[in-house]
């Protein structure tokens, strides 16, 4: 009879040991997933999450919605110390990509794009400390790197195209992290920054004309356009510093006269700006003063 309760606990006994080994390895197995996913992000963006057209966005790899990055998201074209709102073609630039934040933990993947959504001009990684370069369905970002982690802000030096291929928009998307180690509680946001061609300001001109006014009770801006084309409306405020500072999809218009309304972020300070307002790519850019 002893002998056989001695046997029956040896066998409790051992399926306690298999059962609490099992369920430790995986708890093992899960936190190094968690990790090694967690490396991933920090070493960069896996690509194709810059929200461009036939791009996902962080939220593949990170929890939460995606949010717009308007008023927070900055791109800015240095050429010879002085930012441009233009380019000139076979030209290089300084890209500085910006986020309004003093966060501990921030990542972004940005690309720029011609009007038919391809490549648009090349880059040269600068900082190969903090940033790198990768491909994803044939185009080349540029992402952070482990390093990189710990700035708001990151630059790199792009060549634009060798000739006028009309308005290239800079699809950026930044991560605001809260240094969790896990996918939970960041803060993804994404942008759309539109540089026109100088060689084709003229052209570009003949196709659409603006009127831009500001108003204060409402801090908006009201738009007046005479478009020769059908197409989506899209605007981009630019300060006096060159940074893409406010970016806004109106919807589409059709060919002849019409007034369209946007409000504004009250982040915003008072001075002059540029407004960049194009429909199917066709830009004119206008002067206006805002004051409050």
């Known amino acids: 009879m002893n002998k056989n309760y001695i ?6 006994a051992t399926g306690f040991l298999v059962s609490f080994s099992g369920n430790e390895s995986v708890q093992k197995v899960k936190k190094f997933s968690k990790n090694f996913h967690s490396g991933l992000n920090q070493a960069g963006s896996p690509g194709g999450r810059t929200g461009a057209p036939g791009d996902g966005t962080c939220t593949q790899c990170h929890a939460g919605t995606v949010q717009s990055g308007s008023g927070f998201n900055s791109v800015t074209l240095m050429h010879a110390g002085n930012p441009v709102t233009e380019y000139e ?10 986020m309004a934040s003093n966060n501990p933990k921030n990542g972004f993947e940005i690309v720029a794009l011609n009007p038919n959504n ?18 994803s369905g044939g185009k080349t ?8 982690t710990s700035l708001n802000s990151w630059s790199f030096n792009w060549t634009s195209p060798a000739t006028n291929v009309g308005t290239v928009t800079f699809y950026l998307a930044t991560n605001q992290t809260n240094s969790s180690s896990s996918s939970d509680g960041d803060v993804i946001r994404t942008s759309q920054h539109q540089f026109g061609s100088q060689a084709s300001m003229e052209e570009i001109t003949n196709k ?3 009127q831009v006014g500001y108003q204060p009770n409402t801090n908006s801006l009201n738009i007046h356009l005479d478009s020769k084309v059908d197409g989506s409306v899209f605007v981009n405020l630019v300060d006096l510093n060159g940074k893409s500072v406010f970016t806004e999809k109106l919807g589409m218009v059709s060919a002849g006269e019409s007034s369209l309304s946007v409000r504004l972020d009250n ?4 001075g002059i700006y540029m407004v960049h307002v194009s429909v199917d790519n066709n830009m004119t850019m206008k002067r206006v003063f805002i004051s409050k």
Not at 7 to 12: E, S
Not at 91 to 98: A, E, H, I, S, W
Not at 267 to 270: G, I, K, Q, T
């Open 89 to 98: 073609p076979s030209t290089t630039y300084q890209v500085q990509v910006t």
């Open 7 to 12: 046997y029956i606990g040896l066998l409790a």
């Open 118 to 135: 391809t490549l648009a001009g090349t880059i040269a990684i600068t900082d190969a400390t903090h940033t790198k370069s990768i491909v």
């Open 141 to 148: 970002r540029v992402t952070h790197k482990l390093a990189g």
């Open 208 to 210: 659409l004309e603006t």
């Open 267 to 270: 982040e915003l300070n008072s």
